[in-house]
């Protein structure tokens, strides 16, 4: 069955096999380890929907906690006025190692899994759908002006979360490393596979479900790639959206095309050289896989996550880095360069501009640069040095 991650308490979340498939889904298991009803068909339509394995593990966890709380209380999860109170014991209820109560985002997820979980439930009728109403609200742009209107037509609708906290912005930028502490780990690294890898998501800003998804056709690093069927100038990746063996899945359901630096060509065939001494990992059609036993079989998530911490201590860095710390290295590298903020979005596969916000973060010498540069215009105005 391969049940990982046992707690002492239960219900408990698990790691099981997707039927007839070399996937894995992430559940939930009562005290007798039988797979919990409803909540089991919930978690294997995430999984069957395309979500990554990641995703499934936080969903079966965040669920895990509120049957738990449901438990504790003698409450049915199945009753609509229980998301009530739980939202309410969120907000007090101190979280683990004695770090205060949960914040706003760490509860908005947890909000989220559950609705979720009772969304289907009434799909799948289990619950009546006027249990819908006690979910969301529905926000009708009928009667907005048709300034604020745009696009919408006049009959559109949209629900929106009644079990929501207004979650604080982001003060500070996110946690990246420097070009320094980088190439660090690139020399701490063991084979030019780890090498492209790091660089995959450190210089083309790649998260590492997008990564592990490569294959050989993803790449596309001839200056003119028409021969192809490719009109896209310049070395490239093409970043799909698909079903992959090792679980690693694209968050954006949208394709992209990312442009690739010399570093990374330049990684990319030192690594064939490697690659083709291996005759299984030749014969793959992913872009990283083992080249130790199980050889040819395409990399998992735990191993660029093992990979990444390990290079991170290696090269010395007081923090703990990982995959997605490489990636913010991207992001705000566009951002000091200022990039704009489309540019910046299309680039990292973002779907929304708020998600792109967060690296919009001036450094003190951009403002201590802004504020000198503005000193020098008045000067020059009022004809003073």
């Keep these: 069955m391969g049940v990982v991650d046992l707690q002492r308490e239960t219900p408990f979340a698990a790691r099981l096999p997707l039927p007839d498939e070399r996937l894995v889904y992430w559940t939930v298991l009562d005290a007798d380890f039988r797979r919990v009803p409803i909540v089991d068909d919930y978690l294997f339509s995430l999984a069957r929907s395309g979500r990554a394995e990641n995703t499934g593990k936080a969903y079966a966890r965040d669920v895990t906690i509120f049957l738990r709380w449901c438990d504790s209380r003698r409450r049915s999860w199945l009753d609509p006025s229980a998301l009530d109170d739980f939202q309410a014991f969120l907000l007090i209820d101190p979280a683990r190692h004695g770090r205060g109560p949960r914040s706003e985002t760490t509860a908005n997820r947890l909000l989220t899994a559950v609705r ?3 969304r289907f439930a009434v799909e799948a009728g289990h619950l009546p759908r006027a249990v819908l109403g006690r979910l969301y609200s529905v926000k009708d742009y009928r009667f907005l002006p048709v300034e604020a209107r745009g696009d919408r037509p006049i009959t559109d609708e949209r629900l929106s979360p009644r079990h929501h906290l207004p979650a604080p912005l982001q003060s500070e930028p996110p946690k990246v490393i420097s070009e320094t502490r980088f190439v660090g780990m690139l020399r701490a690294a063991r084979s030019n596979r780890d090498r492209l890898l790091l660089s995959v998501m450190h210089d083309c ?11 050989r056709d993803d790449v596309h690093f001839l200056e003119d790639s028409q021969a192809l069927g ?8 093409h970043v799909r959206r698909r079903r992959n063996t090792n679980g690693a899945v694209a968050k954006s359901r949208q394709s992209r095309t990312v442009p690739a630096p010399p ?10 050289l490697e690659r083709d001494r ?4 030749r014969r793959s ?5 083992n080249l130790d036993p199980p050889e040819g079989e395409p990399m998992r998530y735990r191993n660029v996550w093992e990979l990444v911490g390990r290079l991170g201590r290696a090269a010395g860095i007081p923090m703990t880095v990982s995959p997605h710390t490489l990636r913010h290295c991207y992001g705000t590298s566009l951002a000091d360069a200022e990039r704009p903020i489309d540019v910046i979005a299309a680039l990292m596969g973002h779907s929304s501009l708020r998600s792109t916000m967060v690296y919009l973060h001036p450094s ?6 802004a504020v000198a540069h503005m000193a020098g215009v008045r000067n ?3 004809g003073t040095r």
């Design 205 to 215: 800003g790649l998260r590492v479900g997008e990564a592990l998804g490569l294959r």
């Design 278 to 281: 291996v005759p299984a990992a």
């Design 263 to 272: 570093e990374v060509v330049e990684w990319y065939g030192l690594y064939l």
């Design 230 to 237: 490719c009109e896209f100038e310049g070395p490239h990746l």
């Design 380 to 382: 020059l105005a009022r």
């Design 364 to 369: 003190r010498e951009r403002r201590r640069a």
């Design 116 to 118: 979720g979980l009772l």
């Design 285 to 289: 059609a992913y872009l990283f896989v």
